[in-house]
Nanobody
């Protein structure tokens, strides 16, 4: 099965930037829809952004204009560039893969912590 490993999280101040990376192990990566999710303490997991195999993107309203999802199929990697970070962005961020481009995500990473101080 697919292995997903996130990296790039950390502690930053409001207004700063981070770039998260998610490395996949399988060559089939290029056919997957990839998503970034996040979960803050005491809150529900929420979808942040997705990118299809054809590089169509989706963003939740709260991050539009600030976050950018991208992929490099040659490196089996998906990225989440996060600019103008806010304390409300503090969460564990998870990378996930959908084999058939549906809303069902088949593989999940372990998560990386993003903390934004005010």
């Amino acid at each position: 099965q697919e292995q997903l490993v996130e990296s790039g999280g950390g502690l930053v101040q409001a207004g700063e930037s981070l770039r998260l990376s998610c490395a996949a192990s399988r060559r089939a990566f290029s056919a997957y829809t990839m998503g970034w999710f996040r979960q803050a303490p005491g809150k529900e997991r929420e979808l942040v952004a997705t990118i299809s195999s054809g590089s169509r993107t989706y963003y939740t309203d709260s991050v539009k204009g600030r976050f950018t999802i991208s992929r490099d199929n040659a490196k089996n990697t998906v990225y989440l560039q996060m600019n103008s970070l806010k304390p409300e962005d503090t969460a564990i961020y998870y990378c996930a893969a959908s084999r058939r481009g549906t809303s069902r995500y088949d593989y999940w990473g372990q998560g990386t912590q993003v903390t934004v101080s005010s």
